[in-house]
T-cell receptor, first 114, second 113 residues
Framework: DAKTTQPNSMESNEEEPVHLPCNHS???????IHWYRQLPSQGPEYVIH???SNVNNRMASLAIAEDRKSSTLILHRATLRDAAVYYC???????????????FGQGTTLQVKP | ETGVTQSPTHLIKTRGQQVTLRCSSQ?????VSWYQQALGQGPQFIFQ???????GRGNFPPRFSGLQFPNYSSELNVNALELDDSALYLC????????????FGSGTRLTVV
């Protein structure tokens, strides 16, 4: 399974943008890049995923490097509610009915200061 | 019904006992996965069920077993509990078709004493 590397922790000020990096130099051509986050005392929450092109949704944006060996999750305006552990995960493109286990690393703990 | 519901939220068991954890998924979510999360660690994949059959397993011994039912509920059973089984157990489900991401429950906190 391809591995991801993330900083252990990051800090941000409220209402400022946050860029959470992820390195995945051994990514294969069929691996999707997924981001989940886990707020305190809750299960992980899906944030966004992409393959090659940058992606936007209501929660965040995902910027993927041209060589796909790194990506960045962008929170455009951090709020106190965004304080969580953010996980960058590679998931192979399989038939939807096959095993799609998510391999979580340590993630990045994001602190948001008021 | 929306979301994934897990029960109980907290549980204390004695070493050697057996435990059953329950998960209720959204209607139509025919894939369910279970994860174990030790304190300060990321979740670790236990196994996945699709249409009531196990179709993937992580590095967990056979005393971890599961069931998935036609009504989109599922169970995780752990026999011969060990102290190291103390963790947060998470259930995650997804709908068939285009991939939108797994929906996780809030978990069951199991303490083995």
């Amino acid at each position: 399974d391809a591995k991801t590397t993330q900083p252990n922790s990051m800090e941000s000020n409220e209402e400022e943008p946050v860029h959470l990096p992820c390195n995945h130099s051994t990514i294969s051509g069929t691996d999707y890049i997924h981001w989940y986050r886990q707020l305190p005392s809750q299960g992980p929450e899906y944030v966004i995923h992409g393959l090659t092109s940058n992606v936007n949704n209501r929660m965040a944006s995902l910027a993927i490097a041209e060589d796909r060996k790194s990506s960045t999750l962008i929170l455009h305006r951090a709020t106190l509610r965004d304080a969580a552990v953010y996980y960058c995960i590679l998931r192979g493109r399989r038939r939807w009915s096959n095993t799609g286990k998510l391999i979580f690393g340590q993630g990045t703990t994001l602190q948001v200061k008021p | 019904e929306t979301g994934v519901t897990q029960s109980p939220t907290h549980l204390i068991k004695t070493r050697g006992q057996q435990v059953t954890l329950r998960c209720s998924s959204q209607s139509g979510h025919n894939t369910v996965s279970w994860y174990q999360q030790a304190l300060g660690q990321g979740p670790q994949f236990i196994f996945q069920y699709y249409r009531e059959e196990e179709n993937g397993r992580g590095n967990f011994p056979p005393r971890f077993s599961g069931l998935q039912f036609p009504n989109y509920s599922s169970e995780l059973n752990v026999n011969a509990l060990e102290l190291d089984d103390s963790a947060l157990y998470l259930c995650a489900s997804k709908e068939p078709g285009p991939f939108y991401g797994y929906t996780f429950g809030s978990g069951t906190r199991l303490t083995v004493v």
